[in-house]
Every structure is written in structure tokens, then in C-alpha cells.
């Protein structure tokens, strides 16, 4: 599903490479986790995934179901099936939440060629979702992120990535502190969705996201590279002995 092939980028700005000759698959049905210590590139990898324009490609592919995504903007991303969580989701002042998702929802529809949907349906869809996630509808009319505690801020991630259904989901969860709640609601909301024609790139810090959403599979990121892959015994390894043996191993 996801395919990245040899890719170096650099901040477009200041022409520092970050990312130096990374290699990853990621199957449809997969959840994968990337690890890695800070620094490593991971926030890095998940915004040129998105379509970032600070980043610059130098080298190298991503190729999604096949093709080429390295022309596509976000919005075409998005419209193919990406899902981007990031590890600071953006605030929008002056914008209800529920007006966002329906704005986001009907976008992604006619991208997709599908009739947009009117507002009951909408708003059907939204409280099924929303009550799965045990969020109230108050907080909808809020604006999206605005003054959202961590645990409402990953709620309102969850529910914009089940109403939007996309095939590919990557979520970035590093050092982001998430306390039982927030984790609880990612890992749930994770494992629902669960299913053989959607992946998962999982971008944690910390062991334990894993032991909730079980991967099947874990590469570690440094200095721009995945260097090293297993399954999720790899995860409980770097959880006991941190990251120097791999990195040792890899130099
Ligand atoms: N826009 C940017 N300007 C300057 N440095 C950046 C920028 N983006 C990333 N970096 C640097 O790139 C490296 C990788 O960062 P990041 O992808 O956030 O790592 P991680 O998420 O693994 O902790 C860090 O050294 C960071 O300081
Ligand atoms: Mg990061």
C-alpha cells in the first residue's frame, strides 16, 4: 500500500538533510511502528508523507497503491485515502468543529467522485461516531482544537479519521505525553478500524502505545534511516535496552 523507496529530503529552507536514504513498506492490512529516539526524523517523515511544502525530495520514491504521490498536493493526498495525524494537531479558531468535519467529509467525497452528503447524514454519521468515542456533541460546536485538552484533541483526531474512512492512516504520537485517556482513545480507535485494506504507520516514542495497538511490524528510525525491522518483540527489546545496541549494530 505504502511504499517508500530511498528517499532523501531536506528542509527546503536551510538545505539540511533529514531524511538519508529511508526504505519502508507498509502493507494493506499492516499496522507498522516507527521508533526512534528524538531527532530522528520521524515528525520529519509523517509531514512530507502529508505533502509539506517545506520539505524538498531529493531522492527517492513514495509510492502509494503503486503510484507516485511526490506530485500530489495535501489535498490530493488526502482525496487518495491519506490520513495524516500529527503529534500537534492545529488549531482552528472561528471554525465549529462539527462545520469542519462536515466541510472535510464532503470535500473528500467529490474528490472522490461520490455525492456530497446533506446534513442529517452528516450529522448522523457524527453522533454515531462521536458517541462511540464517548465525546459530547457540546463539544463540537467548539472551535476544532481550540482550548482542547490532550485527550479531546486526540478524540477529535479519532473521529475525523472514522468518519473519513481512509485506507492509509499515519499518526504520530511522539513524546506527546499521552496520558492514560488520550491512549486509551488512540489505541481504540486504532484497533476499530482495524482491517485488511487499510494500513497504519504508527510514529511512537514510547513502548507502551504498542502494547495497545499491537503492530506487526517495528523499524526504527535514525538519523533519517530505517535501520533496523522486526516484529513487536523489536518494540519490548528497545523498551529494555533503549536504543545503542541498534544503533551499534546498524553503524
Ligand atoms: N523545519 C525545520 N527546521 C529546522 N530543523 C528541522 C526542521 N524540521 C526538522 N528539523 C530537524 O530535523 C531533525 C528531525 O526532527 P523530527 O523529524 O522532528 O524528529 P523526531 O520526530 O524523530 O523527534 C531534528 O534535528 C530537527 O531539529
Ligand atoms: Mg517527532
Known amino acids: 500500500m505504502l511504499e517508500i523507496k530511498n528517499l532523501h529530503a531536506k528542509i527546503a529552507e536551510d538545505?539540511?538533510?533529514?531524511?538519508?536514504?529511508?526504505?519502508?513498506?507498509?502493507?494493506?492490512?499492516?499496522?507498522?511502528?516507527?521508533?526512534?529516539?528524538n531527532g530522528s526524523g520521524k515528525s520529519t517523515l509523517s509531514y512530507i508523507l502529508a505533502g509539506r511544502d517545506d520539505y524538498e525530495i531529493t531522492e527517492g520514491d513514495i509510492l502509494y497503491d503503486g503510484k507516485s504521490i511526490l506530485g500530489m498536493d495535501p489535498a490530493e493526498r488526502a482525496a487518495a485515502g491519506l490520513f495524516l495525524a500529527f503529534q500537534y494537531p492545529v488549531e482552528i479558531p472561528g471554525v465549529a468543529t462539527l462545520e469542519f468535519l462536515k466541510?472535510?467529509?464532503?470535500?473528500?467525497?467529490?474528490?472522490?467522485?461520490?455525492?456530497?452528503?446533506?446534513?442529517?447524514?452528516?450529522?448522523?454519521?457524527?453522533k454515531e461516531a462521536a458517541?462511540?468515542?464517548?465525546?459530547?456533541?457540546?463539544?463540537?460546536?467548539?472551535?476544532?482544537?481550540?482550548?482542547?485538552?490532550?485527550?479531546?484533541?486526540?478524540?477529535?483526531?479519532?473521529?475525523?479519521?472514522?468518519l473519513l474512512?481512509?485506507?492509509?492512516?499515519?499518526?504520530?504520537?511522539?513524546?506527546s505525553g499521552l496520558d492514560i485517556d488520550a491512549l486509551k482513545v488512540v489505541s481504540e480507535g486504532v484497533n476499530a478500524?482495524?482491517?485488511?485494506?487499510?494500513?497504519?504507520?504508527?510514529?511512537?516514542?514510547?513502548?507502551?502505545?504498542?502494547?495497545?495497538?499491537?503492530?506487526?511490524?517495528?523499524?526504527?528510525?535514525?538519523?533519517?534511516?530505517?535501520?533496523?525491522?522486526?516484529?513487536?518483540?523489536?518494540?519490548?527489546?528497545?523498551?529494555?535496552h533503549g536504543y545503542a545496541d541498534v544503533i551499534d549494530e546498524a553503524a
Open 193 to 240: 478500524l482495524r482491517s485488511p485494506d487499510r494500513a497504519f504507520l504508527v510514529i511512537t516514542h514510547y513502548q507502551r502505545l504498542l502494547e495497545h495497538i499491537v503492530p506487526d511490524s517495528v523499524h526504527v528510525l535514525y538519523r533519517g534511516r530505517v535501520i533496523k525491522t522486526g516484529g513487536k518483540e523489536l518494540a519490548l527489546h528497545l523498551e529494555e
Open 165 to 175: 474512512e481512509p485506507k492509509m492512516c499515519v499518526l504520530d504520537e511522539t513524546d
Open 103 to 126: 466541510t472535510a467529509l464532503n470535500a473528500q467525497r467529490r474528490a472522490r467522485g461520490q455525492d456530497e452528503l446533506k446534513i442529517p447524514e452528516i450529522l448522523r454519521r457524527v
Open 15 to 37: 538545505g539540511t538533510e533529514i531524511i538519508r536514504g529511508l526504505d519502508l513498506t507498509v502493507k494493506a492490512g499492516e499496522v507498522a511502528a516507527i521508533m526512534g529516539p
Open 131 to 162: 458517541s462511540s468515542l464517548e465525546m459530547d456533541m457540546a463539544m463540537l460546536k467548539r472551535p476544532l482544537n481550540v482550548g482542547f485538552s490532550g485527550g479531546e484533541k486526540k478524540r477529535a483526531e479519532i473521529l475525523q479519521m472514522k
